[in-house]
T-cell receptor, first 115, second 113 residues
């Protein structure tokens, strides 16, 4: 039972355009969401996060949008650069119920930014 | 700071052998986690620890054991390795309190044949 779903295994965009990566979740207890970026042969690195009390969070070229009613979040990268080519993981956590900050990850989306 | 370090980077095991994957962090984080990532899949939590002497199972703990005798170290033990344990293993750590971001090590690629 996948609680965090990234339904697009891959996405290809042109340099300078917008990249939109999507993530859906099923567990209504999730109230904190994170995006991680992973290059081959490296560990994931934290990119940006959002709490359920917000619907948008920006950090430079990266913006995460949260739609709680739809249980959907998206990561926008504008403008996309070739160095953004990586696998992007969506992760979610619940602050209650003794979660101990455990993260549930999606399967990831491979983003390729073409020059 | 070196952050989270993992050794070895690569290892090939024969079925039935045992090994310990090492994880060390120098950020004085109380929380530490072990994940595995299979091809085309997300990361799945194996075990985690909220402090020295305290460990608990995650989503896929079977075939693994952990210990946490110090804040810095969180080794993962594989007993009687099986081909199903072929995976990339990541260790992560985080601050206590309201910080949610976990910091990951570079991973250990393990093959069991």
């Amino acid at each position: 039972d996948q609680q965090v779903k990234q339904n697009s295994p891959s996405l290809s965009v042109q340099e300078g355009r917008i990249s939109i990566l999507n993530c859906d979740y099923t567990n209504s207890m999730f109230d904190y969401f994170l995006w991680y970026k992973k290059y081959p042969a490296e560990g994931p690195t934290f990119l940006i996060s959002i709490s359920s009390i917000k619907d948008k969070n920006e950090d430079g070229r990266f913006t995460v949008f949260l739609n709680k009613s739809a249980k959907h979040l998206s990561l926008h990268i504008v403008p996309s650069q070739p160095g953004d080519s990586a696998v992007y993981f969506c992760a979610a956590s619940a602050s209650s119920g003794g979660s101990n900050y455990k993260l549930t990850f999606g399967k990831g989306t491979l983003l390729t930014v073409n020059p | 700071n070196a952050g989270v370090t993992q050794t070895p980077k690569f290892r090939i095991l024969k079925i039935g052998q045992s090994m310990t994957l090492q994880c060390t962090q120098d950020m004085n984080h109380n929380y530490m986690y072990w994940y595995r990532q299979d091809p085309g899949m997300g990361l799945k939590l194996i075990y985690y620890s909220v402090g020295a002497g305290i460990t608990d199972k995650g989503e896929v703990p079977n075939g693994y054991n952990v210990s946490r005798s110090t804040t810095e170290d969180f080794p993962l033990r594989l007993e009687l390795a099986a081909p199903s344990q072929t995976s990339v293993y990541f260790c992560a750590s985080k601050y206590s309190g309201g910080f949610w971001e976990q910091y990951f090590g570079p991973g250990t690629r393990l093959t069991v044949t």
